[in-house]
T-cell receptor
């Protein structure tokens, strides 16, 4: 079974604080994506990481892919109320029976209070 | 470029009925995947279609089926609806080229409520 453990499940912080969300698996992924989802909408792609050890920055968001491509983290600096939402990590495996299938973590519900 | 479009956005059905959901992928994308999202189970993969063929299937009963048309548009059907089928159904499309084939772009979803 290809599982992706995401933590924490819930995060409630004050504006200006920093936070990190983790995704861990025993499986190796060919790539890993991070999405953000607003209530009643579909997930919106934030970033894709494909190389072990890769670090990508998107304004105040920093994404890291583990060296072994089994884990990833999302770090937000100086969180703002607009960052509030559900954050999802999703791993992709190489071809074959994995066509079109992403394995999702359970998600992290982030609430940033003004 | 238009994104993934799902219709309808909301559906209310009763137990035992059947339902058909529609998805139009991003222009040029030939792979369409379907997911079910519930608060308890999160996002779970239903199936994937490419060039009108189902290439992959998740662990859902046979009541869940789908198809893809020559223009890459896809439909999924759920027959004999059960209360537990209430969920947000998400469609995602992706390119079939290199690493981009793993990058999925999602529609807004169809919220299905079974009464």
């Amino acid at each position: 079974t290809q599982l992706l453990e995401q933590s924490p499940q819930f995060l409630s912080i004050q504006e200006g604080e920093n936070l990190t969300v983790y995704c861990n698996s025993s499986s190796v992924f060919s790539s890993l994506q991070w999405y953000r989802q607003e209530p009643g909408e579909g997930p919106v792609l934030l970033v894709t990481v494909v190389t072990g050890g890769e670090v990508k920055k998107l304004k105040r968001l920093t994404f890291q892919f583990g060296d072994a491509r089994k884990d990833s983290s999302l770090h937000i600096t100086a969180a703002q109320p607009g960052d509030t939402g559900l954050y999802l990590c999703a791993g992709a495996h190489a071809g074959g029976t994995s066509y079109g299938k992403l394995t999702f973590g359970q998600g992290t519900i982030l609430t940033v209070h003004p | 470029k238009a994104g993934v479009t799902q219709t309808p956005r909301y559906l209310i059905k009763t137990r035992g009925q059947q339902v058909t959901l529609s998805c139009s992928p991003i222009s040029g994308h030939r792979s369409v995947s379907w997911y079910q999202q519930t608060p308890g189970q999160g996002l779970q993969f239903l199936f994937e279609y490419f060039s009108e063929t189902q290439r992959n299937k998740g662990n859902f009963p046979g009541r869940f089926s789908g198809r893809q048309f020559s223009n890459s548009r896809s439909e999924m059907n759920v027959s004999t609806l059960e209360l537990g089928d209430s969920a947000l159904y998400l469609c995602a499309s992706s390119s079939d080229r290199g690493l981009a084939k793993n990058i999925q772009y999602f529609g807004a979803g169809t919220r299905l409520s079974v009464l």
